[in-house]
């Protein structure tokens, strides 16, 4: 029998991901950032030099739409990109004033949203949301949730 679909956990996670997202796309649509882009200038302005591999781990995207991503961010002026002193083939990054600029108004629409959902809870009920997701994470990531190959 199948599970219908106001029942499934993945559903209602989904659901709210999406409107999320949906808000942060229109607020951030002043600043020319795409919400990609915002997370990427983001977890730069607190990790200058982070290598796009690891950019695109903390982003959670592919090393190739971090890749885009960062042509994107560097094309309009935003990030700058260099080679590591020691490590020729690792490219770092980092925000440009403009970048910053950017960031700067971004993140306050973006944090704009993030505080009108964080309003609707109390203190407990955060801390509870945010100890069920964590929750949802382990299960998932775990090995007994992988599909079995054949």
């Known amino acids: ?26 607020a951030l649509k002043p600043s020319g950032l795409t919400v990609p882009q915002y997370s990427a200038l983001l ?3 607190g990790q200058a030099g982070i290598s796009g591999a690891a950019l695109a781990r903390g982003c959670m995207v592919t090393p190739q739409t971090m ?10 002026g935003l990030v700058e990109r260099t080679s590591h002193p020691w490590h020729r083939n690792v490219l770092e990054t980092r925000l440009t004033e403009e970048g910053k600029k950017t960031l700067d108004l971004a993140d ?11 309003a609707e809870f109390d203190e407990a009920e955060r801390a509870q949301l945010v100890a069920l997701l964590a929750r949802c994470s382990t299960v998932l990531t775990s090995k007994d949730a992988r599909p079995a190959t054949s």
Not at 1 to 26: C, F, I, N, S, T
Not at 67 to 76: F, G, Q, V
């Open 108 to 118: 306050a629409a973006a944090t704009a949203i993030e505080q009108q959902l964080v």
């Open 67 to 76: 890749s885009t991503i960062l042509t994107n961010l560097e094309t309009k």
């Open 43 to 45: 977890l730069l302005d």
């Open 1 to 26: 029998m199948r599970m219908p679909a106001d029942e499934r956990l993945g559903y209602h996670v989904k659901r709210v991901e999406q409107e999320l997202m949906a808000l942060k796309h229109a």
